[in-house]
């Protein structure tokens, strides 16, 4: 399986997992998913959650949209024994493209947390993931090949 490949599988694997809500199932392909894609993960979650988070709000984000969000997600992944807000927005504000480079937070962690953060932009399943984690893959991949001036 190429790289590429196996990204894809393991993070489809480890959402599917948030959007069951199976803590065990979650912790074993999200753990599989970091061990074998590490900082590479979490570019893929970033741009699924840029991609839907475009989508579903078009004409931008505000607070309101923001608070909202972040009362859904920790709604529905209450599930998650480790759930935590900052992470939570740490995500979000990562894949809008202003990460916190003096965060304590671990990229373990943020990875864990978008996987949450998609599931729950997801809908808790309602729409698949795979056509994200798709075109996630491809744009990173087209931002590698692409030189900037």
Known sequence: MT???QLETLTRDAVAA????DSELFARAHHELFAH???HAGLVQAAIVRMLLEEQHPDGLDG???RELLTRATSACSWFSDLSEPALIG???GAL???????A?????????????IATLLGAGQ???????????????????VEMP
């Open 3 to 5: 790289p590429g490949r």
């Open 18 to 21: 948030a959007v069951d809500g």
């Open 37 to 39: 894609a590490g900082v």
């Open 64 to 66: 309101s949209d923001v």
């Open 91 to 93: 995500v979000l504000v």
């Open 97 to 103: 493209g202003m990460p916190d480079t003096e965060s």
């Open 105 to 117: 937070l671990g990229p373990a962690e943020l990875s864990q947390h978008g996987c949450l953060l």
């Open 127 to 145: 729409e698949p993931v795979d056509p994200y984690v798709a075109a996630a893959i491809s744009e990173i991949r087209r931002a590698e090949i």
